[in-house]
């Protein structure tokens, strides 16, 4: 038993208890990250649940997925749960292993989809999670080692606890009043992008500013809308329909902007096909 004292011997040497920091760092805020987008999600945003019609030769990877994972809302939820869960268990000292090894493969499939259809800068975001997943699976090398050996060989590891010493710890108080601010302002952002989801449809705010600015006899059908921006701050969107008279059809485009999630879409511009206001 004397003969493997490291096994579970936790004093640790002031680079040792920096690394071990760093990776809680690097845990809280995977964890924060998808149970953000497990939230999303569950809660029944980024995805299209509406009506749509897919034309390759004019509909972007992006929408291609949203609107195949938005055709049955049960599974685009349930594909919340494959985010949601293991992020959970990320948060958990003792269950922290199981949920890095279960975010990994997640991510290691979106990070293939993202850039499989071309996604935006977004994709860099899900490689560098990935990236920072199988960090911390390579910090647990021995314990995901432990899972190929019989039992035998694991109880004869087992070192009994008189001889253990109390953990020093992981991160200073400086350290973890900076960790607790930037965590703090991550889950603003976080829930910012969740409401942001949920409530992301700029139709209604631009289709109400284009009835002023048509005729009495005239009525307004959508042709297309498309939105884009980052970590739900400072999106744009334009939406496109076509005017219908008794006697002519036009197509104008309404552009907005929302700020925040905190803040409504304000229509910033009306034109005509012809670039016309």
Same mark, same amino acid.
């Given at each position: 038993? *004397?003969?493997?004292?490291?096994?579970?011997?936790?004093?640790?040497?002031?680079?040792?208890?920096?690394?071990?920091?760093?990776?809680?760092?690097? /845990?809280?805020?995977?964890?924060?990250?998808?149970?953000?987008?497990?939230?999303?999600?569950?809660?029944?945003? &980024?995805?299209?649940?509406?009506?749509?019609?897919?034309?390759? !030769?004019?509909?972007?990877?992006?929408?291609?997925?949203?609107?195949?994972?938005?055709? +049955?809302?049960?599974?685009?939820?349930?594909?919340?749960?494959?985010?949601?869960?293991?992020?959970?268990?990320?948060?958990?000292?003792? *269950?922290?292993?199981?949920?890095?090894?279960?975010?990994?493969?997640?991510?290691?499939?979106?990070?293939?989809?993202? =850039?499989?259809?071309?996604?935006?800068?977004?994709?860099?975001?899900?490689?560098?999670?990935?990236?920072?997943?199988?960090?911390?699976?390579?910090?647990?090398? /021995? !314990?995901?080692?432990?899972?190929?050996?019989?039992?035998?060989?694991?109880?004869?590891?087992?070192?009994?606890?008189?001889?253990? !010493?109390?953990? +020093?710890?992981?991160?200073?108080?400086?350290?973890?009043?900076?960790?607790?601010?930037?965590?703090?302002? =991550?889950?603003?952002?976080?829930?910012?992008?969740?409401?942001?989801?949920?409530?992301?449809?700029? &139709?209604?705010?631009?289709?109400?500013?284009?009835?002023?600015?048509?005729?009495?006899?005239?009525?307004?059908?959508?042709? /297309?809308?498309? &939105?884009?921006?980052?970590?739900?701050?400072?999106?744009?969107?334009?939406?496109? =329909?076509?005017?219908?008279?008794?006697?002519?059809?036009?197509?104008?485009?309404?552009?907005?902007?929302?700020?925040?999630?905190?803040?409504?879409?304000?229509?910033?511009?009306?034109?005509?096909?012809?670039?016309?206001?």
């Amino acid at each position: 038993m *004397t003969g493997h004292p490291h096994v579970l011997d936790s004093s640790a040497t002031p680079v040792a208890t920096r690394w071990v920091g760093a990776l809680t760092v690097v /845990r809280v805020l995977l964890a924060i990250t998808f149970v953000t987008y497990g939230l999303v999600k569950v809660l029944g945003g &980024q995805y299209n649940y509406g009506d749509w019609v897919i034309d390759k !030769k004019t509909v972007d990877g992006t929408s291609l997925v949203w609107a195949f994972y938005g055709y +049955s809302p049960l599974y685009g939820r349930f594909t919340g749960l494959f985010e949601l869960v293991p992020a959970v268990m990320l948060l958990v000292p003792r *269950t922290a292993t199981i949920g890095a090894g279960a975010l990994f493969a997640v991510a290691l499939n979106i990070t293939a989809m993202d =850039f499989a259809f071309h996604y935006p800068a977004v994709k860099y975001f899900s490689l560098a999670y990935t990236i920072l997943l199988g960090i911390l699976i390579w910090a647990d090398r /021995r !314990k995901w080692a432990l899972l190929l050996l019989d039992r035998s060989r694991v109880e004869a590891l087992r070192i009994p606890a008189a001889v253990t !010493k109390a953990p +020093s710890p992981a991160l200073s108080p400086v350290a973890r009043r900076v960790l607790l601010a930037a965590a703090g302002l =991550f889950v603003f952002i976080a829930l910012n992008v969740v409401v942001l989801s949920l409530d992301n449809d700029p &139709q209604d705010a631009t289709r109400r500013a284009l009835v002023t600015r048509i005729g009495p006899n005239e009525r307004i059908e959508l042709l /297309r809308s498309r &939105q884009s921006g980052l970590v739900g701050v400072d999106w744009v969107a334009a939406v496109d =329909f076509a005017v219908i008279g008794p006697h002519s059809v036009d197509t104008m485009t309404v552009r907005a902007r929302r700020v925040t999630a905190l803040r409504p879409w304000r229509v910033t511009e009306i034109s005509r096909r012809d670039g016309s206001r």
